[in-house]
């Protein structure tokens, strides 16, 4: 028969996986990941190169850098993916590495605008001072001072500028207009105007005349070309940073490790060259090097950089360690079970990778305002030019056309455009350092909102370990035949419950019969076939199923759910036989986790599969009020639909197959690191310890995040409601005084890279600003 999920008192586990397999990764497939990367409603955009829809671009694991691999994506439009370096579309940004490597050079762009910038900057300096005192101090050349102002701006504008202009002509040929789109007509007219007036000054009238000469504008576009390069450089560089989080997880992973071969020697081996099934030496102070189970030798582990556990945890033959952390005394012998893209490392990296490329609801409003910014801009541009020259002061078309240029320079988008990307970019790098893995911007968003919160009990308040407690049989029986006929027919399970039992009666050297049959009910248990005869093992619905009358062990059982086991009739054909308890400990951190949770506000609910009694002896000891027992999965997704409906802002956190729908349909799903894929790829958060203080660690991370946001969108817009009036002139009639284009390209530049300074402090913010791992 079909191998099924084991059940014993609510508690389902598939897969071929249980409770304690510390090995089990955040996966994604390949479309969940490019889903987690993507907005709904986003459309990838088509440029000169073929650009790839997320839900057809699949990184497994940590990628390679290299020209033909890698993919590279827009930091405020993800949609936007192609093989190679480019620009985006849509806005034009230059596109980055989807997944920053170690070995990866400088960015070719930053290395060239770097280039542009100070070959022509002594250029842009000479034509600033000629344009402001040259008349003063060279008054000889004055009759040839808008050549020599030519001259010397043309290789600043033409050239260093260059980049600019395609960007600007690519907008507008794609119908995207963006900031270059504003940057390539302010400075277009600048210098496009300034060369007419020094080629043919007699086409303007004599009021355009300033000091003798009819007055050029080479100067704005020149420094405006040079302020440009500056923020895109300071921008570039800042931007590398946020991939700082990824750059040290990738900088964990080890290079090499010690392979045992058969004949009992051992050899440095390159990592791509380990295989699932070798046994590796890992020595004191090594990394280890893969995931994998110790099969001999006793160590503490040392695994905070990956689950932000502080204190080195004690590995002995049987417990699984993971890949990268390290080991800090003993030798240890391990036997590799995960490697490549499979290790934990691999899956966290990909992951955060996921998250940061995502858009936060948040940005929505940044869009819509984007979509149609630049062209109001340039309507107001025209209106300021109009406005002056028709109504201004002498000489009002020339005021008008310098206020006209301020307004295309100061109203720059990019900041606008960055102010959502940076902060989840920043946070999700944070996090992960914190063991904390999000989904998405969506999650860090909406987990601020919580108010309830929604916890199974095993493998979340409990260790998920279950331990043997003791066998009851029943009169006429002994308690050695019930152990051996229960663990004969949990034979065929995975769940710890199983385990446990199964390895009591190893130990106790009981001789075990394969079942024929396994079946297993949701929600209540399993059944099979022993030595011919129907054997079932679970709660008291399947026995009430069977027609069998479990109430003389009533007050036994009963008995040890108060002292918090969990308890399992056995029966054979229609005969009770006994019972067998297990007891799963409380994790130690949860008290503490709980505490946090109930200071923070929140309202705990324990929803779990275990019998009522068992359920209320461990909430008693926790100090959880409102408890559910012998709850199935759709019971548990009732419960989450039934507290939405009553307006709550609702959490979900478990670890098992049965917790999958109800951490789907929450408004945050949490997910335990140590607990099953469904789970993990259901939930919108995974805690890699499973330990439930990091939810208390992430809802403040959440608040810390959004209001990062909301300061940079805020200054976006308000530099944007304060920039493009004063440009126009506003200030004109009140302090005589016009906004020179050459200090609307500095706040231009200046305000992108102000964003991104403001969002990277998330990532230096010290764990007593959002609680320490």
């Known amino acids: 028969m079909k191998h099924d999920p084991h059940e014993h008192s609510g508690h389902e586990h598939g897969n071929g996986r249980c409770h304690h397999d510390h090995t089990a990764p955040p996966q994604m497939t390949g479309n969940a990941r490019s889903a987690a990367a993507r907005a709904p409603g986003d459309v990838t955009a088509v440029a000169d190169k073929p650009f790839t829809d997320a839900a057809g671009t699949e990184a497994e694991g940590v990628q390679p850098a290299g020209p033909a691999g890698t993919i590279y994506t827009c930091p405020m439009h993800p949609q936007i993916q192609q093989s190679g370096p480019g620009n985006c579309p849509i806005c ?74 395609v960007r600007g002509v690519g907008s507008i040929r794609k119908r995207n207009p963006n900031m270059w789109t504003l940057i390539g007509i302010g400075v277009s007219a600048a210098y496009w105007y300034s060369v007419v007036a020094t080629v043919a000054p007699g086409l303007f009238p004599a009021r355009f005349e300033m000091h003798g000469r009819i007055g050029v504008y080479f100067e704005a576009a020149a420094v405006i070309i040079s302020l440009t390069l500056l923020g895109q450089i300071l921008e570039l560089r800042a931007r590398s940073q946020t991939s700082a989080a990824i750059k040290s997880l990738l900088g964990l992973a080890p290079k090499t490790a010690r392979r045992i071969r058969t004949d009992g020697r051992e050899e440095d081996v390159e990592l791509s060259h380990v295989h699932v099934g070798d046994q590796l030496r890992v020595r004191p102070g090594e990394k280890v090097p893969v995931d994998g189970t110790v099969i001999e030798g006793e160590s503490a582990i040392d695994e905070s950089m990956l689950t932000g556990e502080p204190l080195p945890v004690t590995k002995r033959a049987g417990d699984k360690v993971i890949g990268a952390t390290i080991n800090t005394s003993g030798s240890l012998i391990i036997e590799s079970e995960r490697v490549g893209s499979q290790t934990m490392l691999s899956q966290i990296v990909q992951m955060v990778a996921s998250a940061q490329r995502s858009r936060a609801p948040m940005q929505r409003l940044a869009d819509v305002v984007a979509g149609y910014f630049v062209s109001v801009v340039v309507l107001v541009a025209v209106a300021t030019l109009l406005g002056w020259g028709l109504f201004g002061p002498e000489p009002g078309w020339v005021y008008g056309f310098v206020n006209a240029v301020a307004v295309l320079i100061i109203a720059c988008p990019c900041a606008l455009g960055l102010a959502t990307p940076m902060s989840i970019m920043a946070a999700t790098g944070r996090a992960a350092t914190q063991g904390i893995l999000f989904r998405d911007a969506a999650a860090i968003e ?311 300074a403001n969002a990277l402090r998330l990532r230096r913010m010290q764990g007593d600003d959002y609680g320490s791992a």
């Open 92 to 165: 034009g940004m230059s596109l980055e590495p989807m997944m920053p490597t170690l070995e990866e050079e400088e960015n070719p762009e930053l290395a060239d605008f770097r280039r542009r910038f100070w070959w022509t900057l002594p250029l842009t300096v000479i034509v600033a001072v000629l344009a402001m005192v040259g008349h003063r101090l060279f008054s000889g050349i004055q009759a040839y001072q808008s050549w020599i102002e030519l001259a010397l701006s043309t290789p600043v504008v033409l050239w260093a500028g260059w980049p600019f202009f």
């Open 446 to 756: 909406a987990m601020r909102k919580v108010d309830t919160l929604i916890v199974d009990k095993t493998g979340t308040l409990t260790e998920g370990k279950p331990a043997f407690d003791r066998v009851v049989a029943a009169p006429g029986l002994q308690d050695e035949e019930v152990l051996r006929i229960a663990a004969s027919l949990d034979q065929g399970s995975e769940h710890p419950l199983a385990h446990a039992i199964v390895a009591e009666a190893r130990k106790r050297e009981l001789r075990l019969d394969k079942p024929e049959t396994f079946e297993s009910s949701s929600g209540i248990g399993v059944r099979g076939t022993v030595r011919d005869q129907r054997v079932s093992l679970g709660n008291t619905a399947l026995m009430e199923s069977e027609g069998i009358d479990w109430k003389p062990m009533q007050r036994i059982a009963e008995e040890l759910r108060q002292a918090g086991a969990s308890v399992m009739y056995l029966a054979r054909e229609d005969r009770l036989m006994g019972l067998v308890a297990v007891s799963d400990p409380v994790k130690e951190t949860t008290p503490e986790a709980l505490a946090a949770l109930r200071d923070a506000g929140l309202r705990v609910v324990m929803a779990t599969g275990d019998g009522v009694t068992t359920a209320k002896a461990v909430a008693s000891r926790l100090g959880i009020e409102e408890v559910q027992g012998e709850v199935k999965p759709q019971d548990k997704l009732a419960l989450v639909q039934q507290l939405q409906n009553e307006g709550r802002v609702v959490a979900m956190a478990g670890d098992g197959i049965n917790d999958a729908p109800a951490l789907a349909k929450a408004d945050v799903g949490i997910a335990m690191g140590t607990g099953t894929d469904v789970a993990i790829n259901s939930a919108h958060v995974t805690l890699i310890k499973g330990d439930l203080r990091a939810i208390a660690r992430s809802r403040l991370l959440s608040l810390q995040t959004v209001r990062n946001m909301r300061q940079n969108l805020g200054f976006a817009f308000i530099y944007n409601a304060l920039g493009i009036p004063l440009a126009a002139g506003a200030l004109y009639p009140f302090t005589g005084q016009l906004l020179s284009p050459m200090i609307a390209a500095l706040a231009m530049s200046l305000s992108s890279v102000s964003v991104i």
